[in-house]
Each structure stands twice: as C-alpha cells, then as structure tokens.
C-alpha cells in the first residue's frame, strides 16, 4: 500500500474507531487520559506497521490489542523500574482482566455502554463548557487539536491546555467513567445536551469570524447527537436537540447568498431548503412526543423550528403557535434570550408595537447588556412601525455589538439605508 493511501485509510478507521476504542480503554483503566495516550499508542503502531503489511481486516480490534498490550508493556516497565516483587501478580491479574474478546467480538451493548460512559465523562459537569467542549470533540469527536483550535477560532496551544486541564480535573476528581445512576441521569444528561447544542450553534451562527456558517462544525454536532439518540433512544430530550439540530440546519442552502451575504429567515428561497433533514428532523421530533413525557427546551425549541419547516411561506407560518411554545420555553428556562425570542414572535403574530413593548421592558436586563440580537429586533419591529430613523440607529448598534463580520455587513447595510 502506497504511503498516501495507507494514511488515508488509517484516517478513516481512526475516525470510526477512536471513540470506541478510547471508551473500552477508558472502562479498562478508569482514566480518560491514561486511555487516550494508550489509543495515540495504538495509532503510531499502525502508522508504522499498516503502510506495509497493510489494514488489518478487522483495524478496530487490532487497535484495541495493540493497545491492551501497551498496557501491559507500561505495568511491566513500572515494576522493573521499580523493583517491586510483590506487584509481579498483577500483571497477571492484568492480562486476565484484559484477556477479552476483541472488538469485533465484543456485545454490541458492552461498547455502547462503554461508549455512553465516555460522552457522559466528558461532559462532565465538573468541567467549565469550554472543556466540555474541547474534550468531547477530542475524544468522541476524534478531532485533532489543531482541528478544534481552527472550529473555535483559538489558539492550538490554548485548546491544547484546556484539554489536560480537563482530564486532569477528572483524575483529580476522581470522576468515574461510567452512566450516571438514576438519580443524576437527567443533571448529567442536561449537561452533555448543552456541550453538544454548543458546538452546533458556533456552527450554525459563529461568534466571530469572516464566515457566517461553519458547516463542519453543525455536522459533527449532527453526527454525536444521533451517536447518543442510537445509545439513548428514549431520552426525549436527545431526540429533540437532534430534532432541532437537523431542522436548523435544514436552511443552510438558503442562509446565504452567492457571494456569502447572510439572507435572513423570512427573505429566504424555501424551495432551497433540504427537505431531506426537514423530513428527519419532524420524524425525530414525532418520536420525542410519543414518549408521553413533558417536552423540554430541545425538544419545544424544535416544535418552533417545525412550525417554520411546515410553512411553504412565510406568511402561513403559525405565530401564534410558535409564542405558546415560547411560552412553555420562558416556564422552564426563565431565560432573557427566551423572553427576547417570545417578543420578536408576539412582534409577528399580534403586531409590531405589541412586540416593541415587550423588548423595550428588556433593556434594562444585565443578561442582555451587550447582546447584538436585541437592538437588532427592535430594529425589525421598529422598521415595521415606519420609524425608520429609529430603526437605523438600533441596527447601527447592533453591528457594533456583533462579532461576526459577515453579521456586522448585513447589520451596517441594514442601518446605513435608513438614514
């Protein structure tokens, strides 16, 4: 096998492979960092030795043996080093607890809990978001530093520490890596919804930058929430967040125009929109409501994103449905963006000054001290009540506040043809 080929087939398989193989190393060793140095081990292995004897037919579990040997190699290092006689039973000990069946030999639900473990571990909330982040891309998300460092526009070495920060914190910790029991299931579960809805939205509007949308990053926000719905299948909440996920993500071929410019959501070309992701994100969230359950903020953020997907036009999306589930949102939540988002859909189902009201009594919310979205809708609302003057000076200070230069263009442009 060729060099260039060899690598880009060991980069398939790692990115398949990794986050199994670092959960079953995980289970095994009982530390997160301990793990993922044992499968980088596995992986320079297979960097040396595929080029030439070629993939293995089964690269998964060749991983996982070279690594359980590594362990091995390093508990025997130790000994010698240190000469202790009585620890020479545990290496047998050792090689009995990891004498287990390969990879692919292994119960499908074994490496599904092993892998349920790993996500619950990383997203740990001992951890800050930031490193939530950073290590679930990492270790479930089989993304390099320098790859996480160009998605989140930071610098590598900053990833990088915040990384062994993280794992640090969890040895210290002395955070188990296994399902939380019942009792903390539903805190836990909150937590890694939050990481994953994270990565999502850097995607689907990013915080600074030139580009309006990262796709990249909504993909593999996608791809580790239908990884936990297929380990988590009852968990409404999991299928919402995928749900809202898909049906935001739906719009992207109409979010921008030829030459990048952002086109807001009622200006947008439904027709451009993939009704393939529509389809799955209604189906994904009929599933959530079968189960009977009260619905939660994923899940009901998804109930608005549906009433927008069922609209062929703007004018026959349903408002008022779309404030009642607002509503239940600001029940839960209590949160001022909420509040924000309920007055822009009264703006639009009772009118332009019932909507203003409502923001004008949120200016005075520290929460949204500094928050670009809200000049921004009262810039519409006031735009739509004729006050243009006013309406350009809201817009104004809203590009002042957004991070995004892309956003910042459209809110200029937008303020500049109102003076």
């Not at 140095?37 to 297979?46: R, V």
């Not at 600074?208 to 926000?221: F, V, Y």
């Not at 203003?356 to 670009?372: I, M, Q």
Request: include cysteine; charge should be negative; aromatic fraction near 4%.
């Amino acid at each position: 096998m060729k060099g260039d080929d060899a690598r880009r087939a060991i980069d398939a398989v790692w990115r398949i492979e990794s986050a199994r193989l670092i959960a079953g190393l995980a289970r095994m060793t009982g530390d997160v960092g301990v793990a993922e140095d044992l499968a980088q081990d596995a992986l320079l292995a297979a960097l040396e030795q595929w080029p030439a004897a070629g993939v293995p037919d089964n690269p998964g579990a060749w991983l996982m043996t070279t690594a359980k040997n590594r362990a091995i190699d390093r508990i025997r290092h130790r000994q010698m080093a240190a000469r202790k006689q009585e620890e020479l039973g545990r290496e047998v000990e050792l090689r009995a607890s990891l004498a287990e069946p390969d990879l692919a030999a292994a119960a499908d639900d074994e490496i599904e809990d092993d892998l349920l473990s790993l996500i619950f571990t990383a997203c740990h909330p001992v951890l800050s978001t930031e490193a939530r982040v950073a290590l679930t891309l990492r270790l479930v998300g089989s993304l390099g530093t320098a790859e996480i460092a160009r998605a989140f526009l930071a610098k590598e070495s900053t990833v990088a520490q915040r990384i062994v920060r993280a794992k640090r914190t969890l040895a210290e910790a002395r955070v188990p890596i296994e399902v939380p029991g019942a009792a903390e299931r539903e805190q836990r579960l909150a937590s890694v919804l939050e990481v994953i809805y994270a990565i999502f939205n850097e995607g689907y509007a990013a915080s600074g930058g030139e580009d309006w949308i990262r796709a990249d990053l909504c993909q593999e926000a996608m791809r580790l929430g239908r990884i936990l719905v297929g380990l988590a299948p009852r968990e409404p909440e999991a299928l919402g967040l995928v749900a809202l996920m898909e049906l935001q993500a739906s719009r992207f071929p109409a979010r921008t125009a030829a030459s990048g410019e952002a086109i807001p959501l009622l200006e947008q070309d439904r027709a451009r929109w993939d009704f393939v992701l529509i389809g799955r994100g209604l189906k994904g969230l009929e599933r959530a409501e079968a189960l009977g359950r009260p619905l939660g903020p994923y899940a009901l953020q998804a109930g608005i994103a549906a009433c927008h997907a069922r609209a062929r036009t703007p004018e026959e999306t349903d408002w008022e449905r779309i404030v009642a589930f607002y509503d239940g949102l600001a029940a839960i939540t209590g949160s001022p963006v909420v509040q924000l988002n309920r007055a822009v859909a009264v703006g639009m189902a009772f009118g332009p000054a019932a909507g203003l009201e409502l923001l004008d009594g949120l200016r005075g919310e520290p929460a949204l001290a500094g928050y670009h979205l809200l000049p921004a809708a009262r810039g519409e609302l006031l735009e739509r009540l004729g006050r243009e003057e006013e309406a350009g000076a809201e817009f104004a200070r809203a590009a002042e506040m957004s991070g995004n230069a892309r956003e910042r263009e459209l809110l200029q442009e937008r303020a500049e043809g109102r003076r």
